[in-house]
């Protein structure tokens, strides 16, 4: 089983509904340690991928990530912005010329993706950040992998992790992004951006396990 | 919510398009990459000074660009950073050819947002050098955190970074005096009302009747700590000696004050902050140079106020009183 | 109630004694009887304008002291005007032995209280002559009324007669210009959120999630008409169109411009409204000379908004361009 | 039964309390015609007075009114301060030089006060201001000391007579003051000035009749 061009666009096309869905719950998240603008960046930036993915989706699945970064990268600002877009454009460049991705070929694109996330926000686990829902998917996905098992099984390990990792942000005090300037009272909250980033893990386990959310 | 809006998507937009049309004398605005610029960009020779953010701190950023202050602003959704391909533009079209000075807030995303743009510009040939604003005493400055938050003293070196622009300083002169400035600035504001995000509808904290905010910073988040409403007297107090102590300013220094407004208490109340400022710093010995009080850092429509020092030295004070014509902030011209 | 003050009564006086610090090098304030007042009045020779009236509607009038505008500003208590005596010691202050000109808001507490004033300086030998601001075309202008409201034309109207005194235009030729100014300025308000007078503690109305006013005055007074909430534009075309048909203004008329916050109100918002006001005045042929978007004439922390027209003559527009240094309007200089 | 300058004091004295303690509702009633403020300037304004009589009541009836007048006019501001300055004004000339005053002086003071108020604010009965409590019971006075009333009696019609008049404008639309910028949004409210007379002529039938507040 494979993930091809085709089920990179539905997974593209469910994040849309997913963070249309969850604008509110992002929001309400980010306004409690944040800014209160998190859901609306995000939707912004996937109606805006969406728009471009109807109007010319690239061929390939490079050029398609490649298109996803460059939309996020114009659209969201915020600090999910740079971040969002910096995951897709580490996965174009996971994807290179690859017409589809074998199970090895997710988990490479996944881990890529988390490591420039990490390298441009110069955070890491513990922050309370996306990277405590992103990290341990990324390596539940390669551990799954190196098992031998299933692209099912890598992807459902990936957003169980990734669900995990985003409810370990709730103790968590911040130490990056805006929340860490509420001190300790950002304790007792649900990280923003770790709950997008579980939402796109799981998106990704829906729409390539051939369920829609 | 009630806003004097058309939709909340067009806020920004609307807003600048009003802007442009009030100002036409003083700047440009540009739609697509969206940023502000002043009308006779780009000055040959002379280098360039930005900045940006998101948008609901009018005037900031883009009510002060014009002579004598920012070549250019760059102004994202409301609280929300701005995105490179803004900056980059911006950069592109103020380069007189002796680079550009990046004034950035300390947000995750301002940072990051500018970073991607200066490589961007840096990979055509233009000069880009980034100082970041981080004055905010409300926040405890750590290796462990993001550090402090970009507020009041941002307005300060936007105005003195932009004379010395004009005077001519290059681009590493310029570099090192806005440092400086930053270096010598602090910060720190209360809130006695929250705000609200228009796409998001509803007030970004309650507080309750009797309750204030210490420590907010500009984006209508919660501050540091809940507590009983003061006077304006107690509020000067303690905002102004978290101010203090932090630098820590001393008997015989001289400042630029600025007492600011979050954009929903009225003027009456922000004199009535800086007459207890004053009286208060000279009870110190520490002389007020210079003062702005009124709003010109704000959170949309949120009550409340920030006291902003800045130990300022000849240069920054004769930097101050050059002109300036800006929708923001006039004088000389 | 939450403000930042230190108590009710010492509201007015507190905020008068910040504005003396923070401008000293424009204007001083007298305490008893308590007046604002031009560093240099009088001034020998030169006609003296002054106005007053209630405070909360800052930074008019003690914000509009200076040179090129107001010679003095009498301040009542909030929403109170000022008492014959405050108006009496300013009129005696900047009488520079041409005379003096009453600029007064048509409200029956102002009229009667300039009035005492005036019969006061009189009796001294010093010569005054009144005019009565009344343009707000949300009050029916009848003989069986008190007439309209003065509200925005009364910014203009200093900002005109201040740069004519400076001129020296002579006392009936400045009443003259002051009235020319007032039969031309028309206004409309709106209010979103409503005020509360410190010393009531409580607001002055109550306005539902999804209801606005139309026709609301600058006391926190209720208006006209409780509408639903509308569009910025919605609100635009109701304030202008209410405006340009009282005149009536025409096709080829050129005009001052003035979109005015009532305290509680973003800029963004107000910049919003003006874009939608310069496309509304567009499309009617009509030319906007000059404007002003900002909190000029308030009304404590209200949300809402207000749209001034004066139609303007060349001599109006040229004094309108002339240098004006006050804390709240400075060009030129 | 005269009243002396003991009773006129003790009026004024009363009226002090009387403001003080209808400061909130006299504001209430302004605030739904008006701009919130008539309480706080009477409250103001007859505070004023009482520190002025603590300090130093001059000798006479006269120049204690002439007194009281000052301290309005400077102290109250607003339309009230002008009309009831102006009332006290005129009640100092109508007392002249009399040590004490009798029915037909104190009819003839309250006649000289209202005549004040009328020209000073050019308004007449009906256009819903002061003068609706005012007049109707200056007219009361004369015609109960006409009638050969008493004291009592006169003062006794003055206040039932100034009260209806208070009610009187409930119905009304104002034409005068900053109601009358409501429109027809003014009717059904009570008019605060006239609420203010009401109890300035009530006071002065509790006072002179021995009766405090
Ligand atoms: N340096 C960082 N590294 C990784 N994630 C970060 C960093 N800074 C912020 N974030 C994430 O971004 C989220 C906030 O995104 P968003 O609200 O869109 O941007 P902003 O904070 O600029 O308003 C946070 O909840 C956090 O998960
Ligand atoms: N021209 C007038 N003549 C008589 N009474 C008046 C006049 N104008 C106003 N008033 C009275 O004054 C009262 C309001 O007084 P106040 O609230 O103190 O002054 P302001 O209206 O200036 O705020 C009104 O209720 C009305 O009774
Ligand atoms: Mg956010
Ligand atoms: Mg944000
Ligand atoms: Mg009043
Ligand atoms: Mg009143």
Not at chain 2, 282 to 289: M, P, Q, S, T
Request: aromatic residues 4%; charged residues 20%; proline residues 5%.
């Amino acid at each position: 089983m494979a993930v091809d061009r085709q089920a990179v666009l539905a997974w593209l096309e469910s994040l849309h509904r997913v963070y249309a869905e969850n604008r509110d719950f992002l929001t309400e998240l980010d306004s409690a340690i944040g800014d209160a603008d998190h859901g609306i960046n995000m939707d912004r930036g996937f109606s805006a991928v969406k728009a471009a993915m109807d109007a010319d989706a690239p061929p390939g699945l490079g050029p398609v990530f490649q298109t996803v970064a460059n939309v996020l990268i114009r659209t969201v600002g915020g600090a999910a912005g740079p971040l969002y877009g910096t995951f897709f454009l580490r996965a174009a460049a996971a994807c290179g010329e690859q017409p589809e991705l074998t199970p090895a070929g997710v988990v490479a694109l996944f881990q890529a993706g988390v490591e420039g996330v990490r390298q441009r926000g110069k955070a890491e686990p513990g922050d309370k950040t996306m990277l405590d829902a992103l990290v341990p998917a990324a390596a539940a996905m390669r551990q799954e992998l190196n098992g031998n098992g299933s692209l099912e099984q890598i992807l459902q390990a990936g957003a169980a992790a990734a669900e995990a990792g985003m409810l370990s942000t709730i103790p968590m005090q911040a130490r990056k992004g805006r929340a860490s300037y509420l001190g300790p009272r950002s304790v007792g909250h649900q990280d923003p951006g770790a709950t997008s980033a579980w939402l796109l893990v799981r998106a990704a386990a829906a729409a390539w396990l051939g369920k829609t959310e | 919510m009630k806003k004097l809006i058309n939709a909340p998507e067009d806020a920004v937009r609307d807003s600048l398009a009003g802007l442009a049309l009030a100002h036409m004398d003083v700047l440009r605005v540009f739609l697509s990459p969206l940023y502000v610029v002043r009308l006779d960009a780009p000055v040959q020779g002379k280098a360039g000074v930005i900045s940006g953010g998101g948008s609901g701190h009018e005037p900031m950023h883009g009510g002060y660009v014009g002579k004598g202050m920012l070549d250019a602003a760059c102004p994202g959704q409301v609280f929300t950073s701005p995105t490179p391909d803004q900056i980059e533009a911006a950069t592109l079209a103020v380069n007189g050819g002796a680079g550009v000075l990046h004034i950035v807030k300390n947000y995750s995303g301002d940072i990051m947002n500018f970073e991607m743009a200066a490589e961007l510009c840096q990979a055509k040939g233009v000069e880009v050098r980034s100082v970041v604003v981080q004055d905010d005493v409300a926040v405890e400055n750590s290796l462990y955190t993001a550090g402090r938050r970009g507020v009041g003293t941002t307005v300060l070196a936007e105005k003195i970074c932009g004379a010395a622009a004009e005077r001519r300083y290059d681009l590493p002169r310029l570099e090192a005096l806005c440092r400086r400035v930053c270096e010598n600035g602090r910060s720190m504001g209360m809130a006695l009302a929250p705000c609200t995000v228009p796409a998001a509808g509803r007030p970004t904290f309650q507080l309750g009747e009797d309750e204030m905010e210490m420590g907010i910073g500009i984006h209508g988040e919660p501050g540091r700590e809940r507590v009983p409403v003061m006077s304006a007297r107690e509020v000067a107090e303690r905002l102004s000696e978290a101010v203090l102590a932090d630098l820590p300013f001393r008997e015989g220094d001289r400042v630029i004050a600025m007492v600011n407004g979050m954009g929903g208490t009225p003027l009456m109340e922000l004199y009535i902050v800086y007459h207890e400022l004053a009286r208060l710093l000279k009870g110190k010995g520490i002389a007020i140079a210079r003062r702005l009080v009124g709003n010109y850092i704000t959170s949309l429509e949120m009550a409340g106020c920030s006291i902003t020092l800045l130990r300022a030295d000849d240069e920054m004070i004769s930097l101050w009183d050059d002109p300036v014509m800006t929708p923001g902030l006039r004088w000389g011209v």
